[in-house]
């Protein structure tokens, strides 16, 4: 769900662009345009320049491509992969901290 | 149902739902398949869909969809909590959450598979109805109510009338915010009565009959408050009408216009307890009285659908009990600790700590639920009780027959002797899973609970009350608490808040800010040089809440921030 705190974003930083699948709930991070994954690894990452822009055009088809709550997630700059740089961000990207066991890579893994 | 199969037994400790209950149900979990069905195809919005699941417990958390599941006045039968460890093993993950307002909420629900659930959950008369939105919420109750050696009036014969008034009640569906009653027949306040917007201790009345205290404008969030006393007196016949009276009040006065206002406890202080009851008289005075009254006939017929146990204990089930316990230390502080007396001689109410120490406070896995329902299936008449304090109670349990119910616990990891101690936290589900969270609220009482895991340790430091809430909702009764943990987000990373004198009982008052919050790896260590601190300077046998109140903060204050 989008969260006020998600708006802070620094300009010279980048973000990528989350969501909530509509028919299950779960965490998407989009990949490219209309592709979504549940892993941040795969994220396309966005200059903050660009992403109100990305944002808007990836809510304009949120219902055609099955998702909720449209929003962008500023990760920080330095790593190879992105890291969100809220706690909050990264429980949604990694999984509930309490639960090692239910984290997104581990969960693809079992259905694989 | 055809006519011919007997009439099946009324469910022990709640009210037996009729066809007329049953069709309701069915009908709205199918007018609820036809919106989630329209909100996939797209023909509803999210903006148009999302009152409507609310309206049927359905929330998008964090990761998915939480589904919360109604459960009145915290009793459960054992066919309804085996359902629950069904939806658990097959629509989530094989668990499920007990909350403070003694529901129980799945956290990883499809949307799609809501439906289903909801017709499932239908089958054995359950809902997820005034889980949600600003009706008058699902109404809680004492977890030993029936039981309690200490209960003046059981309360959930009137707890299921006001179920029944506050449904779907067509005036009261969009009032200004939230509403939630808890009721208590109890003089020693096991409900947190002061901190509901209405709390109701039911006691005889001198005719005989029974009549109520009327506690109002209690509650926690942003603005904690005790509630105020309102009446001692209100006479059975006028239970709803008062009500009545009190929720229209608010429904015409409360502030609409800001949310973080609008509950009923800011309408009390503005109006203040005197201005607020001439305005609940006049309403009162003024309303068709015969409609609302409730006749001692209606009270009777509710009755008679609720199923009593027949309670028939041997003349020495006492002294086996006795034996067992001398026998077994480990049996008999686990008896100390997590029992409460019963009414009725040889029996006793057992609580299932949903605390394991490490353990995350008020989840339970499929297996433990359905061992939970053998158990009162063989030894507490198929009921089950879920407390506010996140745990499980069996009311009715022999006492020759206890030490057989702690074995099976033991065996299945719920047999944690902590109940009112410091590993008996309460905890809401926090970052790790609310999209409201600042903070991670489990992994502070996992460690907690670590930190504190022996038994030994635990009943040296005695009666304390730890709560933790993840922001300033206070979903976990964290101003309530003995000693309040508040997570805050400072930017992007959890911090936490400390309040110490917080009390949810009869002698209900607010906890108080100890100092500047501190970051999450110092409060574990500051909480326990807090304990230090009490079994330093208590004096006999205070609780850390006497002592906290007879020698102030300052000495915790020092505790906890000298080498912070
Ligand atoms: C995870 C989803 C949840 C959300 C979105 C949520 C939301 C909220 C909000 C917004 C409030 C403040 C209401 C107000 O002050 O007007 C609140 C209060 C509260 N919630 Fe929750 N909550 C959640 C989970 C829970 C859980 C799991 C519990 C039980 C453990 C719970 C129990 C309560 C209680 C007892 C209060 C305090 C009532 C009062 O203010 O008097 N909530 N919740
Ligand atoms: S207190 Fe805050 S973090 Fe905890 S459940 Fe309630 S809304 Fe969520």
Request: aromatic share 8%; proline share 5%; glycine share 8%.
């Amino acid at each position: 769900m989008s969260d006020v705190r998600n708006n802070r974003r620094e300009a010279g930083g980048s973000s990528v662009i989350t969501a909530n699948r509509l028919l299950d709930g779960r965490i998407v991070w989009q990949v490219g345009e209309a592709a979504w994954s549940t892993l941040i690894d795969d994220a396309r990452i966005i200059p903050n320049t660009q992403i109100e822009a990305a944002i808007a055009q990836a809510t304009a088809r949120q219902q055609e491509d099955g998702l909720v709550g449209v929003y962008g997630v500023q990760i920080e700059s330095d790593d190879a992969t992105p890291t969100p740089v809220t706690v909050r961000e990264r429980i949604r990207a990694f999984g509930p901290t309490v639960h090692p066991d239910f984290t997104p890579a581990a969960e693809l893994e079992a259905h694989a | 149902m055809p006519d011919t199969l007997p009439a099946p037994a009324l469910p022990i400790g709640h009210y037996g739902y009729d066809q007329v209950d049953r069709a309701f149900l069915a009908d709205r979990v199918e007018q609820f398949r036809d919106q989630v069905a329209r909100r996939i195809a797209g023909t509803l919005s999210e903006d148009e869909f999302k009152p409507l699941r609310l309206m049927n417990g359905l929330y998008l958390q964090l990761h998915a969809y939480m589904l919360r599941i109604a459960v009145p006045y915290g009793v459960l039968d054992s066919r309804q909590l085996r359902e629950l460890a069904h939806i658990a093993r097959t629509y989530d993950r094989d668990y499920g959450h007990f909350t403070t307002r003694q529901n129980l909420q799945f956290n990883w629900i499809r949307l799609e598979d809501t439906p289903d659930i909801l017709a499932r959950l239908a089958d054995v008369d359950m809902h997820a109805i005034q889980t949600s939105g600003n009706c008058i919420r699902n109404v809680t109750c004492d977890q030993f109510a029936g039981a309690a050696q200490d209960e003046l009036v059981d309360p959930r014969v009137h707890a299921e009338i006001l179920r029944q008034w506050s449904t779907l009640h067509p005036e009261f569906t969009f009032l200004p915010r939230k509403f939630k009653i808890a009721i208590s027949g109890s003089p020693n306040d096991r409900v947190a009565a002061r901190f509901h917007d209405i709390g109701l201790v039911a006691k005889p009345a001198p005719d005989g009959g029974t009549q109520f205290d009327v506690f109002v404008g209690g509650g926690m969030g942003r603005t904690p408050i005790v509630g105020v006393h309102l009446r001692d007196d209100l006479p059975e016949e006028d239970l709803l009408a008062y009500l009545e009276a009190m929720v229209r009040v608010y429904n015409e006065y409360g502030r609409r216009d800001n949310i973080y206002k609008a509950r009923i406890k800011i309408l009390v202080q503005a109006l203040g307890t005197e201005g607020y009851r001439q305005k609940v008289d006049a309403e009162f005075a003024a309303m068709n009285r015969a409609r609302y009254r409730l006749p001692p006939e209606t009270v009777a017929a509710i009755r008679a659908r609720f199923g009593t146990p027949d309670l028939h204990a041997p003349d020495d089930a006492a002294a086996q009990l006795d034996r067992a316990r001398r026998a077994d230390p480990v049996f008999d502080r686990w008896v100390r600790t997590n029992t409460h007396p019963h009414r009725a001689p040889g029996y006793i109410s057992a609580v299932i700590s949903l605390k394991p120490a490490g353990g995350i406070p008020g989840d339970a896995t499929s297996a433990q639920m359905d061992l939970v329902a053998d158990l009162a299936d063989r030894h507490a008449f198929g009921e089950i009780r879920v407390t506010h304090m996140q745990n499980l109670v069996l009311g009715h349990v022999r006492q020759d027959e206890l030490h057989v119910v702690w074995q099976a616990l033991r065996g299945a990891g719920l047999a944690s002797a902590n109940i009112g101690l410091i590993g008996d936290i309460i905890a809401c589900p926090g970052l790790d899973y609310c999209a409201l969270a600042n903070a991670r609220s489990i992994p502070i009482a996992q460690k907690l609970g670590a930190r504190f895991a022996s038994p030994e340790l635990q009943e040296t430091i005695g009666p304390i009350e730890i709560k933790i809430s993840g922001c300033i909702n206070a979903c976990g009764h964290h101003h309530a608490g003995h000693i309040g943990i508040l997570g805050v987000d400072k930017k992007g990373e959890e911090y936490f808040q400390l309040t110490l004198g917080g009390s949810p009982g009869s002698d209900a008052s607010v906890g108080q800010i100890l100092g500047p919050a501190l970051p999450e790896d110092a409060t574990v260590d500051a909480i326990a040089r807090l304990v230090d601190a009490y079994l330093v300077h208590r004096a006999g046998g205070e609780r850390f809440l006497d002592t906290y109140r007879r020698l102030g903060a300052a000495l915790f204050k020092d505790a906890v921030y000298a080498t912070a």
